[in-house]
């Protein structure tokens, strides 16, 4: 389904109405209905996410309730990862492009663009036809993703990013801004820090998103599928409280290199721990 | 009157006979012409010939000397046919019979000396397959050319002291063939453009790419290394030399070859034993790389051959010269053709690349933020993956060490270069008897059918090799690495089967994300 929606529309969505500047008229693709803009929780971060970016989606959204809408950029990196992991845990989620309706902007996420429109997504844009995207373009649609949204999460943000810049709009919209906390140590997390101190609100778990949204507490579909046998493995006990690299494992727990590479191994076949640059995370 | 003096030429690695045909006519105006596809540097032998036998106070025969290079269908490059021509200039002017079975080489200089002339090696190899006794080359080849058992070879110091011979008036002894072992034990490798070997001791921290790199000399395996700048790279890649055993004399002959047709073997040096390191800059250009000319000349992977071949900033070189190495990484050999002729160089190299992972080459850096946008990361990266990855047996992530360390005093001293070095040479030994006969040297080279034969996994190790495939989506060749891969690491352990620890280490090693 495709089509547009003007402003006098009476399918407009209420909330986006409200910001100061609204679209006049918006471009759509995919499952326009009211419901999907009931529960909207816009999720932002960078581009280049770390993997402790995929690991707050994963957790915050694998309690979220089945009605919350998860809004985004369709950028890679933070957006395209809460798609994803939208669609896999059956949320509805609304991509909002910042280029022509027509246009799939970065190329390479074609295979996502088209997973939305078949798993009941939507596609938004204020831009009709293949319009390309301009830096301009950026900043309005992120007042869109900010405008349909009832809260917004930052999973991840560096000093001054755009994620930041969509987080202040939301909060000038007077929506709630939801923030994770990072380590202090990556330059992830200073966009974080700073907004937390103005007026974000610092979460650890989807439970308090569901609350806002009035889903209540607790509860929910969360199953601890965390994998067994890991008993009492050192090496990944060690990486549960930090990640390390190879060579830091080494030193810390002084084993040689040799036996730590089959190990870690090991430990990477069965998922409880990934890699990433050269580090290793404990999932 | 009629002379026949017997010589070679140069196809690229290949060496042909050619007859120096000297003809002193009994009339004519004098003067002295060279025919049969001589190139610049031949016919300028003319000069050189006729000047040095004037200030050795030679004579010339006064009548029209006519010289053939015979095939006269094959071009003549190269300034090592003056002593040839000398030789049958002497035998005709002072009417000496030269020997039938000795080959004249080298150059001279105007003042009848002989110059250092490449390739003289090649000269020797080319008369014990054809049957020739006896060489003459010039005195600073005499122990290149002698590193060929079996051949006499005679230093010929200058033009006078090779007529004396001729005319058995001062004998010159021949040079003999020193043994291999003791051959060239002081040879300089600063000529050979090698940097004083770094101990890999002296690198603090990195224990992980080190193992990569043990695993590298012991096997012959490749390596990509990526990581920020100042995280040491290039020193670890500049270590390799360390542990590398020398060459076995068969290798030796091969590199020797090589290094003898380009020039690249200082006067006085024989045999070499260490293994080449070869580091082009990454604006080399394509012919610079495989080796190319009109007469092939071998390139950056064929001087790399046995050794290793350096590529720092691997994805800074052009595409076409990434692709070139496709070839050569599968088939050890790579193929020059050109309208003239096509010819056949080996280039069984060790690579070691090393890159950033991005253009400002901080991505994935914990300490500094990188600049790059996603597409230009993006870009940077489809440089470095497909193909050629997909030939490289291990991946590792370099990073920085922390500053902390760098003065830190518990430095492990017992992991230096020798110490890794005895284990590489008990895993070389391990692989020259299992491949005796296999006329392959090392795992790396293992065919398919060879993969079957000497890694024999267990179900267990192949159960955990097809969950690895699955789990990285490795492609079916990465799936063949890491079983050489394993192969090398069981010899570096001295055991005889490949267990599922070893697959295991191995996939350590190939299971890179940023390279996906």
């Known amino acids: 389904m495709a089509g547009e929606v003007s402003i006098s529309d009476f399918l407009y969505p209420e909330m986006l109405a409200e910001v100061p500047s609204p679209p006049q008229k918006i471009y759509f693709k995919g499952n326009y209905c009211s419901e999907i803009f009931q529960n909207c929780l816009a999720v932002v971060g960078s581009r280049k996410m770390s993997v402790y970016g995929v690991r707050v989606i994963e957790k915050i959204f694998s309690v979220l309730h089945k009605d919350i809408s998860i809004v985004s950029g369709f950028m890679s990196g933070v957006d395209a990862e809460a798609h994803r992991r939208a669609i896999k845990l059956g949320l509805r989620t609304i991509a909002v492009m910042p280029c022509g309706i027509d246009y799939i902007h970065p190329e390479n996420q074609a295979d996502l663009y088209e997973e939305i429109l078949s798993n009941e997504g939507l596609i938004l844009s204020e831009f009709e036809g293949d319009f390309k995207p301009k830096s301009w373009t950026y900043p309005k649609r992120n007042r869109i993703v900010a405008g349909l949204s009832r809260a917004v999460l930052v999973v991840e943000a560096s000093k001054n990013s755009g994620s930041l810049i969509t987080a202040r709009m939301a909060n000038s919209y007077g929506r709630k801004v939801f923030v994770v906390p990072g380590s202090i140590f990556s330059n992830l997390s200073e966009g974080k820090t700073q907004i937390s101190n103005e007026f974000a609100i610092n979460i650890d778990s989807g439970f308090s998103i569901n609350e806002f949204f009035g889903f209540g507490s607790g509860t929910n579909t969360y199953k601890n599928e965390k994998k067994s046998d890991s008993g009492n493995n050192v090496i990944l006990e060690t990486l549960k409280n930090d990640p390390m690299t190879m060579d830091e494992l080494s030193e810390y727990l002084s084993v040689d290199i040799s036996t730590l590479n089959k190990e870690v191994t090991y430990l990477l076949m069965s998922g409880l721990v990934t890699e990433s640059e050269g580090k290793f995370y404990a999932c | ?516």
Request: aromatic share 8%.
């Open chain 2, 1 to 516: 009157m009629l002379v026949k003096v017997k010589s070679i030429a140069n196809r690229g690695i290949q060496t042909l006979g050619v007859d120096v045909e000297i003809n002193v006519s009994s009339g004519g105006l004098p003067g002295l012409e060279i025919v049969g596809l001589p190139d610049k540097s031949v016919a300028e032998s003319r000069d050189r010939v006729r000047t040095a036998f004037q200030n050795c106070g030679l004579k010339l025969p006064g009548r029209k000397i006519m010289i053939n290079l015979a095939p006269a269908d094959i071009n003549k490059e190269g300034s090592f046919y003056d002593l040839p021509i000398a030789a049958g200039l002497i035998s005709a002017s002072l009417n000496i019979s030269l020997p039938d079975d000795a080959l004249f080489f080298g150059e001279l200089s105007f003042d009848g000396s002989l110059r250092h002339t490449k390739g003289s090696f090649l000269l020797s190899l080319y008369a014990k397959e054809n049957g020739y006794s006896r060489v003459f080359v010039p005195s600073s080849c005499a122990k290149e050319a002698a590193s060929v058992n079996g051949i006499f070879v005679y230093a010929v110091e200058n033009l006078s002291s090779l007529a004396e011979h001729l005319g058995g008036r001062r004998i010159i002894s021949p040079v003999s063939s020193g043994s291999f072992t003791e051959e060239s034990q002081n040879f300089s490798y600063k000529n050979l453009s090698r940097d004083e070997d770094l101990d890999i001791g002296e690198i603090i921290g990195q224990e992980y790419v080190k193992r990569a790199l043990e695993i590298c000399a012991a096997g012959g395996h490749n390596l990509i290394m990526v990581g920020p700048p100042g995280s040491g790279k290039t020193m670890l890649a500049k270590a390799l030399v360390s542990i590398l055993p020398d060459l076995s004399e068969e290798e030796s002959i091969e590199v020797t070859k090589i290094y003898s047709l380009v020039g690249k073997i200082p006067p006085n040096c024989g045999l070499l034993r260490k293994r080449p390191f070869r580091n082009p800059h990454h604006t080399i250009s394509y012919a610079g790389m495989i080796g190319g000319g009109s007469n092939p000349l071998p390139g950056e992977i064929t001087l790399a051959h046995r050794g290793v071949l350096f590529m720092d900033e691997f994805s800074e070189f052009t595409r076409p010269v990434l692709e070139s190495l496709r070839q050569p990484l599968e088939s050890g050999k790579i193929t020059v053709s050109r309208s003239r002729c096509s010819v056949d160089f080996p280039s069984k190299f060790m690579l070691i690349a090393s890159s950033n992972p991005c253009p400002c080459g901080h991505y994935g850096d914990p300490k500094k933020e990188c600049t790059c946008s996603e597409n230009k990361i993006r870009n940077y990266q489809a440089k470095l993956s497909g193909p050629i990855l997909d030939r490289i047996d291990l991946h590792v992530n370099v990073l920085p060490v922390d500053k902390n360390r760098l003065f830190s005093s518990n430095r492990s001293v017992e992991i230096n270069s020798k110490y890794i070095l005895d284990r590489v040479l008990k895993a070389h030994e391990i692989q020259s008897k299992r491949f005796e006969g296999e006329g392959i040297f090392f795992n790396c080279d293992m065919s398919n059918s060879q993969i079957e034969k000497y890694c024999n996994l267990k179900s267990d190790s192949k159960k955990l090799l097809l969950q690895a495939v699955e789990k990285f989506s490795l492609s079916t060749r990465a799936y063949f690495k890491i079983m050489k891969v394993a192969r090398t690491i069981a010899d570096i352990n001295g055991e005889n089967d490949v267990e599922a620890d070893h697959i295991a280490e191995a996939v350590q090693y190939r299971s890179k994300i940023f390279l996906q």
